[in-house]
């Protein structure tokens, strides 16, 4: 079957770095997306990754080891405004079509 | 702003009411998506259009039914829905449905079966 899994909820410090991992189960794999959603918004896109390793952008990096079935989000220097869900999402290689995680609550505290 | 715009915002309505939700995306892409977003669960994707055509229906039940008339436009009518119908509905769009391109969310239609 489908599968991803991230955790639910995480609470983290303004200014420090957070990891949030996602782990996945898919037939077939054709790239991971991560995308972040605020409080009754849209989700929007924040990283694509398909090959293994680190990709930086700003703040904002994500990793991926297929041969693990694993990505993770690193959030540094944490602002209040990091607050919002984080979305992870497997595209299968048969249709494109996206399989999504449930996403990680992201709570910073001052 | 995404490019995507959704309408309504909020909708309530009864079980036996006939509606519908409108996407509109300003991005010139060709592949149109709705999606169901209930609390705590993972987006679960309902229609996939592309250039008009559906490619996807992932075993929706029939009181949904999309109607895409052009690339830009993207409508989900609704009827005799139930209440576990209640969720956020998405609508999204990409370039097209081929290759891995990112998609482009609405802000969602907020819906409340009573």
């Known amino acids: 079957g489908q599968n991803i899994d991230q955790p639910t909820e995480m609470t983290a410090t303004e200014g420090a770095i957070v990891q949030i991992n996602c782990t996945y189960q898919?037939?077939?794999?054709?790239?991971l997306f991560w995308y972040q959603q605020h409080a009754g918004e849209a989700p929007t896109f924040l990283s694509y990754?398909?090959l293994d390793g680190l990709e930086e952008k700003g703040r904002f990096s994500s990793f991926l080891s297929r041969s693990k079935g694993y990505s993770y989000l690193l959030l540094k220097e944490l602002q209040m405004k990091d607050s919002a869900s984080y979305l992870c999402a497997v595209i299968r290689d048969s249709n494109y079509q996206l399989i999504w995680g449930a996403g990680t609550k992201l709570i910073i505290k001052p | 702003e995404t490019g995507v715009t959704q309408t309504p915002r909020h909708l309530v309505m009864g079980m036996t009411n006939k509606k519908s939700l409108k996407c509109e995306q300003h991005l010139g892409h060709n592949a149109m998506y709705w999606y169901k977003q209930s609390a705590k669960k993972p987006l679960e994707l309902m229609f996939v259009y592309n250039f008009k055509e559906q490619t996807e229906n992932n075993s929706v039940p029939s009181r949904f039914s999309p109607e895409c008339p052009n690339s830009s436009h993207l409508f989900l009518h609704l009827h005799t829905l139930q209440p576990e119908d209640s969720a956020l509905y998405l609508c999204?769009?990409?370039?097209?449905?081929?290759?891995?391109?990112?998609?482009?969310f609405g802000p969602g239609t907020r819906l409340t079966v009573t």
């Open positions: 990754n398909v």
């Open positions: 999204a769009s990409s370039q097209d449905n081929q290759k891995h391109y990112e998609q482009y």
């Open positions: 898919t037939s077939g794999f054709n790239g």
